[in-house]
């Protein structure tokens, strides 16, 4: 009866290096692809929050320009947004298409018509500015 159990139990096979070697090729595949899908949306999320954070940059700094009754200038670069007191990275998925500076008066307001353009991959955010309130708009392009 002993012998007859261990038969049954030396019958029982197992993965062959070729077969470990396919089945960790299969995982890793599966594992990249889901990784790019991650990080594409994970980018797609940072390129949100810096717009987000964008807007809130430019109404502080409208706000600094008021509470301390002088000119202050957003100036572009870059890599990066600064007022003079802060600045704001700007992520390497979005390029930042010209140079440019906005000059806030002693009220807040500004003096200038300008558009401020952002290269995302998938769209071209445009951000048009309002003579004399300093007020802002968000306008989202589709990519040439």
Same mark, same amino acid.
């Given at each position: 009866?002993?012998?007859?159990?261990?038969?049954?139990?030396?019958?029982?096979? /197992?993965?062959?290096?070729?077969?470990?070697?396919?089945?960790?090729?299969?995982?890793?595949?599966?594992?990249?692809?889901?990784? &790019?899908?991650?990080?594409?949306?994970?980018?797609?999320?940072?390129?949100?929050?810096?717009?987000?954070?964008?807007?809130?940059?430019?109404?502080?700094?409208?706000?600094?320009?008021?509470?301390?009754?002088?000119? @202050? #200038?957003?100036?572009? $670069?870059?890599?990066?947004?600064?007022?003079?007191?802060?600045?704001?990275? @700007?992520?390497?998925?979005?390029?930042?298409? #010209? $140079?440019? #500076? @906005? &000059?806030?008066?002693? /009220?807040?307001?500004?003096? #200038?018509?300008?558009?401020?353009?952002?290269?995302?991959?998938?769209?071209?955010?445009?951000?048009?500015?309002?003579?004399?309130?300093?007020?802002?708009?968000?306008?989202?392009? /589709?990519? &040439?």
């Amino acid at each position: 009866m002993l012998s007859k159990i261990k038969l049954k139990q030396s019958q029982i096979r /197992a993965f062959t290096m070729l077969e470990s070697l396919l089945v960790l090729g299969l995982v890793s595949l599966l594992a990249l692809s889901l990784s &790019n899908s991650v990080q594409s949306t994970f980018a797609a999320v940072e390129e949100q929050i810096f717009f987000m954070e964008f807007e809130e940059f430019y109404r502080e700094t409208q706000q600094l320009s008021l509470a301390g009754q002088k000119k @202050i #200038s957003l100036d572009f $670069h870059d890599r990066s947004i600064s007022n003079g007191y802060q600045k704001l990275a @700007i992520p390497n998925s979005i390029q930042l298409q #010209s $140079h440019q #500076s @906005i &000059n806030f008066d002693k /009220a807040g307001g500004n003096s #200038s018509l300008a558009s401020i353009r952002f290269q995302t991959r998938k769209e071209v955010v445009r951000y048009q500015l309002y003579l004399g309130n300093g007020k802002i708009k968000r306008i989202q392009e /589709a990519k &040439n």
